[in-house]
């Protein structure tokens, strides 16, 4: 019998984020098409469409679309730098408590890696699984595991 060559799988590069002035360029059509055909959006919703559409973080969004000449209101930039200095605090502590192997008293389930406090209604807020990068993910999962 013959032998067979074995098909080489075609491998993808990763899809790489455009630079800034090259995003902007191309965001200026995207904006033109995505308020006219979403005109009843707000700042949140075209906030995250543009990091969805071009992988960027919601303060480069933010920094981008003002320069476009959208106009984010006040109160959703407070929100959003208010929001990632928590993340980064948490973050911080995260790396403190793994440096000082204190990480008996954290919280987690399986939505949370780090819950910080619950809310008037019960819920929990805090660090996501999704939102750890893959050292951190592992600090939590032997954490879980335990």
């Known amino acids: 019998m013959g032998t067979m060559k074995k098909k080489k799988k075609k491998v993808r590069a990763a899809k790489k984020t455009l630079k800034r002035p090259q995003r902007l360029l191309r965001a200026k059509v995207w904006l033109a098409a995505y308020a006219e055909a979403n005109p009843q959006y707000g700042d ?43 993340q980064a605090e948490q973050r911080r502590l995260l790396k403190e408590a793994k440096l000082n192997g204190h ?28 939102e750890l990068d893959d050292e951190e993910r592992e600090l939590y999962s032997y954490k879980r595991l335990s």
């Open 44 to 86: 949140k919703q075209i906030v995250h469409a543009y990091t969805k559409k071009y992988k960027t973080g919601l303060a480069g969004a933010i920094v981008e679309l003002k320069l476009l000449g959208i106009i984010i209101s006040d109160t959703y930039k407070q929100a959003v730098t208010k929001t990632l200095a928590e």
């Open 103 to 130: 990480l008996e008293g954290i919280d987690q389930d399986e939505n949370f890696a780090y819950i910080v406090g619950y809310t008037s209604g019960g819920a929990p807020y805090g660090l996501t699984w999704d």
